[in-house]
């Protein structure tokens, strides 16, 4: 087995892809995202479809360098041959902090996640002014509050339209349910 580090981070790659959703949360989404871009919003997609073992690093990862669990405690995921557990302590935990700052997480990564079952998103939406979006129903929602970005109410209950929720205390994150 492999030690853990960030040799790691470049494996089972994330999609940043709209097509690589499932259906109906990729039709939804793609409608949602049209809408978006017709109405002059930015939209920044960092993540769709991501592979379970990719999820499954992430989260174990932070664990350890977070020292929520020890490295030999670690879980196993079959098709993943990483050794968590180095010469030492210290050396885990740095190897497991090297593969979180490699990912770029912030916040504890859910596992298993709904980005697995291509049922989630993580993107950035921003406008300048006031937003026009066209709802699922056909009709227009005018959206003039701030902030203008992912938490603004209003661009929530507009997605909820199409079936896509956000989850407010993840930034980037919308899925099918709000999870």
């Known amino acids: 087995m492999e030690l853990s580090g960030p040799q790691w981070v470049g494996r089972y790659p994330t999609s940043k892809s709209i097509s690589d959703l499932t259906s109906p949360f990729k039709e939804n989404l793609q409608a949602f ?12 997609i960092s993540a769709t479809l991501r592979p379970k073992q990719r999820a499954f690093l992430m989260h174990t990862s932070f664990d350890i360098a977070k020292k929520t669990i020890k490295p030999q405690d670690a879980p196993k995921l079959e098709g993943v041959d990483i050794n968590w557990v180095h010469a030492s302590a210290d ?3 740095k190897a497991a902090q090297q593969m979180v700052d490699g990912y770029g997480i912030v916040f504890r990564p859910a596992y298993p996640t709904k980005h697995s079952t291509g049922t989630a998103i993580d993107m950035n939406v921003s406008w300048t002014g006031v937003l026009k979006i066209k709802l699922a129903d056909g009709t227009e929602k005018v959206i003039s509050s701030t902030p203008r970005d992912n938490s603004n109410h209003d661009l929530h ?5 199409y079936n896509v929720h956000k989850l407010v205390t993840d930034a980037p994150h919308w899925s099918d349910n709000g999870h």
């Open 33 to 44: 995202y049209d809408a978006l871009i017709k109405a002059g919003a930015t939209v920044k």
């Open 91 to 93: 050396e885990s935990v």
């Open 157 to 161: 209950v507009a997605a909820n339209t």
